[in-house]
């Protein structure tokens, strides 16, 4: 099955700074890469996703790249603020999936500092 | 409405006992999900129900047992769980053929809020 690694396991910034999150993928067949946002006590969040049929996308100041050809894809988030602090995965979904199944990375703690 | 919902949002329970996490969904999602969660793990697969039925089943113990009654709802009974089974179960949902959808979300899963499960 797919494998996702993803790096670092902890991130801290200081507020304004950016913030990158990378992750790999084993499976070239996969074609759909979420990331999910985990506050403390509180469910995944959906931020951000992006097709193999595309190379980035942008919302704000949340932006994610995918290079199919190294099969990696990353999160960049821009003029981070605390409230960006909480725990972040990145998740790849093999086509033919069909079922929508989800493989997820280890995560990242991300901290902003004020 | 595009919530998934979850209930009890905390459990504690003995060894012994029985209980049910129920998770209900009205978004027309045919795809729904169980997770079992540890603090700062990601989200690990249990089961997967596809039309009411169990599609995948990840060598989850026989002392879970899920259960969807109808397309809105999804069911986790528990039954003499260990000390180790205590974590966050999450419920999620999802269309379930991977499709474009409209706003450009492609198969997106939805989670619930989780029931904070403690074995005693």
């Known amino acids: 099955g797919e494998n996702v690694e993803q790096h670092p396991s902890t991130l801290s910034v200081q507020e304004g700074d950016s913030a990158v999150i990378k992750c790999t993928y084993s499976?070239?067949?996969?074609?759909?890469f979420p990331w999910y946002k985990q506050e403390l006590g509180k469910r995944p969040q959906l931020i951000i996703d992006i097709r193999s049929n595309v190379g980035e996308k942008k919302d704000q100041r949340i932006a994610v790249t995918l290079n199919k050809t190294a099969k990696h894809f990353s999160l960049h988030i821009t003029e981070t603020q605390p409230e960006d602090s909480a725990v972040y995965f990145c998740a790849a979904n093999p086509r033919g999936s069909t079922l929508g199944r989800l493989y997820f990375g280890r995560g990242t703690q991300l901290t902003v500092w004020p | 409405d595009t919530e998934v919902t979850q209930t009890p949002k905390h459990l504690v329970m003995g060894m012994t006992n029985k209980k049910s996490l129920k998770c209900e969904q009205h978004m027309g999602h045919r795809a729904m999900y169980w997770y079992k969660q540890k603090a700062k793990k990601p989200p690990e697969l249990m089961f997967v129900?596809?039309?009411?039925?169990?599609?995948i089943n990840e060598s989850v113990p026989s002392r879970f047992s899920p259960e969807c009654p109808n397309s809105s709802l999804l069911n986790l009974h528990l039954h003499a769980l260990q000390p180790e089974d205590s974590a966050l179960y999450l419920c999620?949902?999802?269309?379930?053929?991977?499709?474009?959808?409209?706003?450009?979300?492609?198969?997106?899963?939805?989670f619930g809020p989780g029931t904070r499960l403690t074995v005693l």
């Open positions: 129900y596809s039309y009411e039925k169990l599609s």
């Open positions: 499976d070239s067949a996969s074609n759909y």
């Open positions: 999620a949902s999802s269309q379930e053929r991977a499709r474009r959808l409209a706003g450009g979300s492609y198969n997106e899963q939805f």
